[in-house]
């Protein structure tokens, strides 16, 4: 089993999402909004904006206004023309990200793919409440661990969008191509 990550371990790994989930919960926001506001702000740790450390330290009503800003970023960025709204606390968690709503409107594609796959991946685990309530039940590891939790974690592919990819050809000297040959190739 080495080289293997277990549920246990993704568990652990996402333990601040998981934190800022029951406090966005435990301040009585709406789950499917709350699981919205982590995985976007997931989203921005990924791309090296730490934001979702800081939710701990937050008093209820700045929680409760993160996750609101957190919703209307989402909202609008599913629509064809985003215009995302003003977002002080979301930028302010930001710090020197320099997040603001136009990289939100620029970034729309990442955002709302990058979001999609965060809460149908590891969102499945994070927001499991009986996965939770078994990594807190058998935390030390020493009683035994359930299958459950043992399971070795395995992530959907991921499709990266066209405009994203990137390829490095090379060509020989000695055996020259066109240009019709290069694209029939990759048709």
């Known amino acids: 089993m080495a080289g293997q990550i277990t549920v246990r371990n993704v568990l652990y790994m996402y333990s601040d999402a998981r934190t800022a989930y029951d406090r966005f919960i435990g301040i009585g926001s709406n789950p499917a909004q709350a699981r919205n506001a982590v995985a976007l702000l ?4 990924q791309c090296n904006v730490p934001a979702i450390q800081h939710l701990p ?3 209820p009503a700045a929680v409760n206004l993160v996750a609101a800003e957190a919703n209307s970023v989402l909202d609008c960025l599913r ?4 215009v995302v709204p003003a977002i002080p606390l979301i930028s302010a968690l930001c710090q020197d990200g320099d997040v603001d709503p136009r990289f939100f409107a620029f970034h729309q594609d990442l955002v709302v793919r990058g979001v999609a ?3 149908d991946g590891v969102g499945s685990l994070i927001f499991d409440d009986r996965l939770n309530r078994l990594l807190r ?3 030390t590891g020493l009683v035994g661990n359930p299958p459950e939790l043992m399971a070795t974690y395995s992530c959907l592919p991921v499709a990266v969008p066209e405009d994203c990819r990137s390829m490095f050809i090379t060509f020989s000297r000695g055996a020259p ?3 019709e040959e290069i694209f029939h190739y990759f048709r």
Do not use: A
């Not at 997931?42 to 740790?45: N, T, V």
């Not at 629509?79 to 985003?82: D, N, S």
């Open 57 to 59: 330290g937050l008093s």
């Open 79 to 82: 629509g064809p023309e985003p």
């Open 177 to 179: 191509i066109d240009r």
């Open 42 to 45: 997931l989203w921005l740790d």
């Open 117 to 119: 796959d965060i809460l």
């Open 137 to 139: 039940r058998y935390q």
